[in-house]
Each structure stands twice: as C-alpha cells, then as structure tokens.
T-cell receptor, first 112, second 114 residues
Framework: QKEVEQNSGPLSVPEGAIASLNCTYSDRGSQSFFWYRQYSGKSPELIMSIYSNGDKEDGRFTAQLNKASQYVSLLIRDSQPSDSATYLC????????????FGTGTLLAVQP | DTEVTQTPKHLVMGMTNKKSLKCEQHMGHRAMYWYKQKAKKPPELMFV???????INESVPSRFSPECPNSSLLNLHLHALQPEDSALYLC?????????????FGSGTRLTVV
C-alpha cells in the first residue's frame, strides 16, 4: 500500500465549477497535511496546509481533513482555466524531522 | 525575500563530468532539502539538512554528495552520474524541522545526463 494515494486523473471540470481533489494516507501518526500545485515543467507551490480535523478555507480553496478516515481533500470553487495543473498531496509523518511524503498527484483540467 | 533560488536552471553533463547544483534562501529557514522528481512522478526526498547538519540521507548513491556551507546555502555535488539520473532536482526550505512547516521550493534544476 502506498503511503499517500491520489487519483492520477485527469479530472476535467468546466470553468466555474467546483473541483474536488482527494487524498488518502496510510500512517495514522501523520500530523500535518499540505496541498501543492505544480504547473507542467515548474516546481511545486504550497497552496494550503491543514493540521486538525475539519475545514480550512483560503479564498477559493478549502482543505478538509478527517484523521479517523485518513482522508484529506481540496475543493476549488469557481474553477478557472489557470487552475489547470497537477495537485500534489503531501503528508508529514511526524517525528523530529519535517519529512514530507508526496502523493502521485491529480491532474486537473479546467475546460473554458 | 520569500524565494529559494536554484542555479543553474538547466544542466547537461556527461557521465564523467563533475558538476554542482546550488540553492540559496534568505528567509532564515533552518531546514533545507533536496528532492528529485522524474517526469509524471512525485518529488522523492534525497537529503534533509537541519541547522546545517545532515539529518536524513534516503540511501542516495554516493555519486550525489550534498553540502551545506552555511544556513543559507545548500549544494549538491554530482559525479559519475548515469542517464537514469536525469530529472528535475528541487531544493526546498522550511522554517524549522518541526512537523507543521510547509516547504518553499526553488524553481529547480533540470538535469540531463548524456
């Protein structure tokens, strides 16, 4: 079983719709969860972090965490073509070192 | 300054060459990282430096040699690489090594080994 799993996609949504991206993780001791956006040929960019159960909103982005189900999600409201990218879920297992484990990423395509 | 700067952006090297990748940050971050990313794959951790000391080596072959000369700089020395080492090499930093800190990534060095 992979440590961090994501559906590779592509996830295709029309412009203006809500895009829902999902991630599951295997280590129950995981403490911190991050979403990165990566455009083709570019480096990952941190867009959201979440540490406790529930929802966290930042602009058009909402991160959701359910530790009991070992599940993290990212909602993008009013999706724009510029949101088209690969979204990487990253999980920190805890311990003394900030070691992030990345999922394989979900490719999001927003259709104009 | 909220950036991590990596040089060079592109590098082509032969299998007998020696080259170095450089990474610099001026955000006062105390942890720095090297990741390797192959096409359509997630970043894979190579090394972690915490307070200028190597804290994690993910069983990386010795042809990759990291160095942290000071708290702002991180180098990756390359020697006798193989074509399969061609990838995007990403440097990242975080405020500290605690679990709550997200990374800031540099723009990466795209390495091609011929």
């Amino acid at each position: 079983q992979k440590e961090v799993e994501q559906n590779s996609g592509p996830l295709s949504v029309p412009e203006g719709a809500i895009a829902s991206l999902n991630c599951t993780y295997s280590d129950r001791g995981s403490q911190s969860f991050f979403w990165y956006r990566q455009y083709s040929g570019k480096s990952p960019e941190l867009i959201m972090s979440i540490y406790s159960n529930g929802d966290k909103e930042d602009g058009r982005f909402t991160a959701q965490l359910n530790k009991a189900s070992q599940y993290v999600s990212l909602l993008i409201r009013d999706s724009q073509p510029s949101d088209s990218a690969t979204y990487l879920c990253a999980v920190n297992h805890g311990g003394a070192t900030n070691k992030l484990i990345f999922g394989t990423g979900t490719l999001l395509a927003v259709q104009p | 300054d909220t950036e991590v700067t990596q040089t060079p952006k592109h590098l082509v090297m032969g299998m007998t060459n020696k080259k170095s990748l450089k990474c610099e940050q001026h955000m006062g971050h105390r942890a720095m990282y090297w990741y390797k990313q192959k096409a359509k794959k997630p970043p894979e951790l190579m090394f972690v430096y915490s307070y200028e000391k190597l804290s994690i080596n993910e069983s990386v072959p010795s042809r990759f040699s990291p160095e942290c000369p000071n708290s702002s700089l991180l180098n990756l020395h390359l020697h006798a690489l193989q074509p399969e080492d061609s990838a995007l090499y990403l440097c990242a930093s975080s405020f500290d090594t605690g679990t709550g800190y997200g990374y800031t990534f540099g723009s990466g060095t795209r390495l091609t080994v011929v």
